[in-house]
């Protein structure tokens, strides 16, 4: 069973960037895709970005492309989040979330969630 926890998140002035990160226990890491939402207070989490198992493949939503990045790092069992650009509305509790099977949009596919990190982002 593969564990997560996130780090990297904090208080940032829009314009300015964070890097997410998200490190796995666990042996079978390559297995995973892996996944990262958000939840901001009052909505619904929202898909920001998943990378398959290899690390071949990646997706994002709407509002994050070309700002944010995804990547992940097998040898180390990491995935992290590069955000750039980041503007107020990017303010929220970012999870990281595995699930095998591919990458998916849908946070009620994905199995294995951390606990989250808090990104604020002020204006």
């Known amino acids: 069973q593969v564990q997560l926890v996130e780090s990297g998140g904090g208080l940032v002035q829009a314009g300015g960037s964070l890097r997410l990160s998200c490190a796995a226990s666990?042996?079978?890491?390559?297995?995973?895709?892996m996944g990262w939402f958000r939840q901001a207070p009052g909505k619904e989490r929202e898909f920001v970005s998943a990378?398959?198992?290899?690390?071949?493949?990646?997706y994002y939503g709407d509002s994050m492309k070309g700002r944010f990045t995804i990547s992940r790092d097998n040898a180390k069992n990491t995935v992290s989040l590069q955000m750039n650009s980041l503007k107020p509305e990017d303010t929220a509790v970012y999870y990281c979330?595995?699930?095998?099977?591919?990458?998916?949009?849908?946070?009620?596919?994905?199995?294995?969630w951390g606990q989250g990190t808090q990104v604020t982002v002020s204006s």
């Open positions: 979330a595995a699930r095998a099977g591919g990458p998916s949009y849908y946070s009620s596919e994905y199995s294995l």
């Open positions: 666990g042996r079978t890491f390559i297995n995973y895709d």
């Open positions: 990378v398959s198992g290899s690390g071949g493949t990646s």
